[in-house]
């Protein structure tokens, strides 16, 4: 799977990003009915993340997240650039020439996760424990799955603490980026 290459060049420009900026995906939200509730982790519990210095993080979540983004940047000042010409529920080409644009993706499990694993874009993915919505295919341990081999998995410890994976994602950022 490719982004289709004309699309790839206005989508940082369309956010206003710095050519040089290290530009990272999050996605927090699952809308899966069965297990979403326990895939998704809140979006005020990303702070960890969201203060390593010098990285630019833009919303890869579907679906209307405009006030959760305002919200947060009113109550921690922490920014989430969000392009509103890219709508994956509508055009998953334009989603995928986004994610081509990103230097690294971190979500939870839904759609995002397979969209940035099948263009081979790094990605983390946050996992819940199991038997709260962790789905077979991620299997139990491990950082790894075989089928997208630029995944990386942090997992919870206990059920339904984003706590731990949040912050092993967030330690691990500071290596990733050099």
Sequence with gaps: MAAAQT???GRRAALG???DAKAIGLSWRSGNAAFGVHKSAPLAAWAPILRQPGLVFVSVQYGDSTAELASLETETGHRIWQDAAVDPLRDMEAAAAQFA?????????NTAVHLAGGLGIPTWLLLPSPGQGLLWYWGVA??????????????QEKPGDWQGPIAAAAANLAGFMR
């Design 142 to 155: 491990g950082e790894t799955v075989p089928f997208y081999p630029s995944l990386r998995c942090f997992r």
């Design 101 to 109: 644009t990103l230097d690294l993706v971190i979500t939870v499990s």
């Design 17 to 19: 990003l710095p050519a």
């Design 7 to 9: 699309r790839l060049a």
